[in-house]
Each structure stands twice: as C-alpha cells, then as structure tokens.
C-alpha cells in the first residue's frame, strides 16, 4: 500500500483502490471505467459471486472478496437477486478468466461493463482483509481508467468527504416503486425456477432491498406474495388482506431506516398476525420492540458463518450480511434471543413470547450459500396455519 502523496501508478496498473485513511491499493481495472465511493468490505463466500454483486444489501459498498477466483465461472442471467447490480464494486485477487462452466452465458468482466460496475484485480486481498479486521471497514473509492492515470489527491478528497453509511438510510433508493405480485419458486437444475399452484396464505412482503430467493422461498412454501415499498403504510399494507408479514433483507443504517418503518411494524406488532424479519427485517421488528442497533466493527459477510440455535444447541452454517447488529442488551423481556454467532456472540435471531413474531440476523434463503436455515419459512407459513 502506498502513500497517495507519492504515489505513481506502477507499470500496468489501470485500477486503484483509495482508503480515506491515506493508503492506496493499485491493481488491474477490470469491468466498468470510472470512479464510485462507498465503504470497503470483505466477503468470504468461495460461490455466488453474481449473486453477492446484485445483493440489495450492498449498496454503497465496495466488495474485497476473500476467494481468490472469483470470475472464472462466468454469468448467467438466472443467479441474480435483483434487476441490477447494488454492489459498487469488485476486489479480487486473480485475474478474471475466461468462463468455466456450463450454464455461463457471458464473461464476469463483460457483465461488470455491461452494468457499470468497476473491478480490479491483483490485490492482495488477505491483506486489505487484515486490515479491515483491524481498523474497521473503510471509506474508500474505487477506479478504473484503462490508460492508468489517476488522480491520487482528487480520489482521497473524495473518500475523505463521504459520509459513510452510519446514519445513511438507503432502503429508499434499492426498494421497488410499485406494488407488485411474485409466483416464482425455487430452482432447479435442468427445470429452471418452478411455477407453483397460486393460492396459500397472503403475505405482504416490505421491501427494504428485498432478495428474489427469499421470495421465491415463500412461494415454495405456499405463500401467496405481494411486495410493497419501504413506505408503504400500515393502512395500505392492510388493504391486501394479509395473514402474515414479512421484513426484507436491505442496506444502510437501520435507525435511519427506522424512522418511517418502525412505526409501521408497531402496528402490525398489536393485530397479534404473524411476523418473519430477516437482516434489516430483523433489525427493524429490534427497533420496534424497543431495542438498539449498533454499527460493527467489521460486520459479517460470507456464506459460511456459524450460528447457534439456542433452543437445541444445532450449529447452523449460514449466509450474512450485515454491518450493523442488534444490541442483545438491549432487547426487552419479551424478546427472547433464538440465535446466536458463535464468531462473536452477537444476536443472530429473537422471537417474541406474547405474539407470533420471529426474525434472524443472517439470510436464510441461501443465496449464496447453505441450505440449514430453510426450515424458517416452514416456521413462517406455519404460524399462518393451514
């Protein structure tokens, strides 16, 4: 890492990577040219690169990734979670190869250009991962100009000037602007996504950056799906007649987020109707129950974190992604705590004793990742009866 007041471009380098703490990572430009500011972490998952790029949940972040080959299986216009990438950008350790699977229908460095996203390859992202651990996760900004010249000094003033997430809501800028129905179920190889049997119980689905497995998990369980705006109110969620709600995935600091959306899900809280959250979701049904969320460290990102359900002391090996937590000391005595990560301690899922509401920190639909947690949308649509 160089020292942005001397800092040239080495030979070949057409990226370059720009902590607002001063230091400066070069690499190769891949993807998109350009320039985009956000804050820098870290993603152990070794699959699910696509996925992890159109994560709703990334927005305004720049992605370090552990795995040293990501690229080398291509793209594919089915291992998406959204209509666009939310991911600002790619670190990577080893160049982009050409693709090697069956099922790619385009390189992962023309998919990256196709959606305006920047990478850079050659780091050495053990390191910017130790120093993540370190220091926390980073303001930062991201370039890629294919003749190499870089302004260092423009770039840090850009990274020094953000903002950071802390206090950001960005549920607002990656939630849908209209309402609309989902009849998509699960994957399968050599059948695609299944259409199933509409009907089942009615869920209103409130989308904070809402991932398109999580839907298509509700549908797989029989849940008839209706997904509605970060703001939409109480009185238009009960306009669709629903037995169930459910708290999406999302980006951002959750306290700002909960500003219009806790008052929301206070008033579902007292129709006593069941209730799933998950990430953001769970941090929000926190909030509204009276306890406090707080920024990490370095957050939780991968696709192999493991939790520990306190009703029978399984382990479940499971999907993050989170920056911010709910303060388990916080939590009032009505909340009792169901998970927990056993990389930290911190809360991983509650569920209240008086109501049917439940929620879990990590993203149980498994995309990426693990399959152990799908048995929480069977808990779902079971509280809503048959």
Not at 333 to 339: E, I, L, S, V
Request: proline residues 5%.
């Amino acid at each position: 890492m160089a020292d942005p007041k001397s800092s040239r471009a080495p030979s070949g380098a057409t990226g370059v990577l720009v902590l607002a703490s001063g230091e400066v990572v070069w690499g190769r430009g891949f993807g998109a040219e350009g320039q985009a500011v956000g804050e820098v972490c870290f993603n152990t998952a070794m699959t699910g690169y696509q996925e992890v790029m159109t994560d709703p949940s990334y927005a305004g972040q720049i992605i370090n990734f552990t795995f040293p080959h990501i690229g080398n299986v291509g793209t594919n216009p089915e291992d998406v979670e959204a209509l666009n990438p939310h991911a600002l950008g790619a670190i990577v350790r080893q160049d982009v190869t050409d693709p090697s699977n069956f099922r790619s229908t385009q390189h992962f460095d023309a998919w990256m250009k196709a959606n305006g996203r920047i990478g850079i390859s050659g780091v050495d992202t053990r390191a910017l991962t130790r120093l993540i651990r370190v220091a926390g996760a980073p303001n930062a900004v991201i370039a890629h100009t294919a003749n190499g010249e870089f302004d260092v000094p423009a770039l840090l003033a850009r990274a020094k000037a953000w903002a950071g997430l802390e206090g950001m809501d960005l549920a607002k800028d990656v939630t849908t602007l209209q309402t609309y129905g989902w009849d998509q179920g699960l994957w399968k190889l050599g059948s695609g996504y299944a259409t199933p049997a509409k009907g089942g119980k009615k869920v209103v689905a409130i989308d904070y950056g809402i991932k398109h497995n999580i839907l298509r998990n509700l549908v797989d369980v029989g849940c008839d799906v209706t997904i509605v705006s970060a703001t939409t109110t109480f009185d238009e969620i009960m306009a669709h007649a629903p037995d169930g709600l459910f708290l999406s995935n999302g980006p951002g600091d959750p306290a700002a987020t909960g500003e219009y959306a806790v008052p929301v899900i206070k008033q579902w809280l007292e129709t006593k109707r069941p209730l799933f959250g998950i990430c953001l979701g769970h941090q929000m049904l926190g909030l509204a129950v009276g306890a406090k969320t707080e920024k990490m460290h370095q957050g939780h990102r991968g696709a192999n974190h493991p939790v520990k359900r306190l009703s029978d002391g399984a382990v479940e090996i499971t999907s993050m992604n989170h920056g911010f937590a709910v303060d388990a000391d916080t939590l009032p005595a009505n909340a009792k705590a169901t998970h927990i990560s056993l990389f930290d301690g911190s809360n991983c899922g509650f569920e209240l004793a008086d109501q049917p509401a439940f929620s879990v920190q990590y993203h149980p639909e498994a995309s990426p990742g693990p399959q152990d947690s799908h048995y929480l949308f069977e808990k779902f649509a079971g509280m809503m009866g048959d």
